[in-house]
């Protein structure tokens, strides 16, 4: 019979990484816009960079006092199940796998339906493209938890699902740039490179919905939205935001869905809202 699993052996075991490397983070991205300012390359405005970085801190702050609730759901799935999978390096090597498999599909579902969209569309409403975009994440996100769960159904060990889950959070961090253009196809046919990430925040006609692996490239030409590098990505939304405010910037599309939602005149219309695709909410100004 496999151990039961606590909050606090949990919390107590899995380091915070992101917490350890926002530092780093930031002061890359510092690096970044200072060559981009010395070479005259414009790939930073400083509104939106201090609106990125208001966005990214909130959002770290945020996760130090709601990865309770976050630790607890997945924990509670894992200990539900009767089965569990030994932890050794090749088992951490196929969660890390099997966890990219799905966020890759949460991130789907983020650009496809509404609810999700509105927990993901901060990352997408700047116009440029530069290590600060990393930092662009919903204060509303957590609640593609949903998404991961099965992970912990199927008995990997929560400690190593979450260090798994911050690896592959800061592997975003070094593809959202201009700077790196191209990299040897074999890293480009298996990992998630700059060169696919800046499709993926484009918004041509031929770059929307596509590429949106997290670490591993693959599944986009498996299930068919792959898209190489073309032409220079345009970033931005289609409905793009004329001001810099974080908050704003991080709750514009929830104010669409609500809004559509008081005037559907249904619970059932109302609801079917949230899972309608981002393109069929009316905006309202």
């Given at each position: 019979m496999k151990e039961k699993i606590t909050l606090d052996k949990v919390m107590s075991s899995a380091p915070d990484l992101i917490l350890y490397a926002a530092p780093v983070l930031i002061a890359l991205a510092l690096l970044?816009?200072?060559?981009?300012?010395?070479q005259k390359k414009e790939l930073y405005e400083k509104k939106d960079f201090f609106?990125?970085?208001?966005?990214?801190?909130?959002?770290?702050?945020?996760?130090?006092?709601?990865?309770?609730?976050?630790?607890?759901?997945?924990?509670?799935?894992?200990?539900?199940?009767?089965?569990?999978?030994?932890v050794n390096w090749a088992t951490s090597i196929l969660c890390f796998i099997v966890l990219?498999?799905?966020?890759?599909?949460?991130?789907?579902?983020?650009?496809?339906t509404s609810i999700f969209w509105a927990t993901h569309v901060t990352h997408h409403n700047s116009e440029k493209y530069n290590l600060s975009t990393s930092f662009r994440l919903s204060w509303t996100q957590q609640i593609k938890v949903v998404f991961f769960l099965p992970i912990s159904f199927l008995g990997f060990h929560p400690v190593i699902f979450f260090i798994c889950h911050q690896i592959a959070v800061l592997y975003q961090f070094w593809i959202h740039t201009e700077y790196i253009r191209t990299l040897p196809k074999w890293i480009s046919y298996i990992f998630v490179t700059p060169s696919h990430h800046r499709v993926h925040h484009g918004k041509n006609e031929h770059y929307l919905d596509k590429n949106y692996g997290s670490t591993f490239i693959f599944w986009d030409r498996i299930f068919g939205t792959f898209?190489?590098?073309?032409?220079?990505?345009?970033?931005?939304?289609?409905?793009?935001?004329?001001?810099?405010?974080?908050?704003?910037?991080?709750?514009?599309?929830?104010?669409?869905?609500?809004?559509?939602?008081?005037?559907?005149?249904?619970?059932?219309?109302?609801?079917?809202?949230l899972f309608q695709s981002p393109s069929s909410l009316k905006k309202y100004e």
């Amino acid at each position: 019979m496999k151990e039961k699993i606590t909050l606090d052996k949990v919390m107590s075991s899995a380091p915070d990484l992101i917490l350890y490397a926002a530092p780093v983070l930031i002061a890359l991205a510092l690096l970044e816009f200072y060559f981009s300012w010395k070479q005259k390359k414009e790939l930073y405005e400083k509104k939106d960079f201090f609106a990125s970085l208001s966005i990214g801190l909130v959002s770290v702050i945020q996760n130090l006092f709601i990865k309770t609730l976050l630790f607890g759901s997945v924990i509670w799935v894992y200990n539900i199940v009767p089965w569990s999978i030994p932890v050794n390096w090749a088992t951490s090597i196929l969660c890390f796998i099997v966890l990219d498999f799905f966020r890759y599909w949460a991130h789907r579902f983020g650009h496809e339906t509404s609810i999700f969209w509105a927990t993901h569309v901060t990352h997408h409403n700047s116009e440029k493209y530069n290590l600060s975009t990393s930092f662009r994440l919903s204060w509303t996100q957590q609640i593609k938890v949903v998404f991961f769960l099965p992970i912990s159904f199927l008995g990997f060990h929560p400690v190593i699902f979450f260090i798994c889950h911050q690896i592959a959070v800061l592997y975003q961090f070094w593809i959202h740039t201009e700077y790196i253009r191209t990299l040897p196809k074999w890293i480009s046919y298996i990992f998630v490179t700059p060169s696919h990430h800046r499709v993926h925040h484009g918004k041509n006609e031929h770059y929307l919905d596509k590429n949106y692996g997290s670490t591993f490239i693959f599944w986009d030409r498996i299930f068919g939205t792959f898209q190489p590098e073309d032409e220079q990505a345009v970033y931005g939304i289609l409905e793009q935001p004329k001001h810099y405010n974080p908050v704003k910037l991080v709750f514009h599309v929830w104010v669409d869905i609500f809004k559509n939602m008081k005037r559907a005149g249904s619970i059932k219309k109302a609801t079917l809202i949230l899972f309608q695709s981002p393109s069929s909410l009316k905006k309202y100004e």
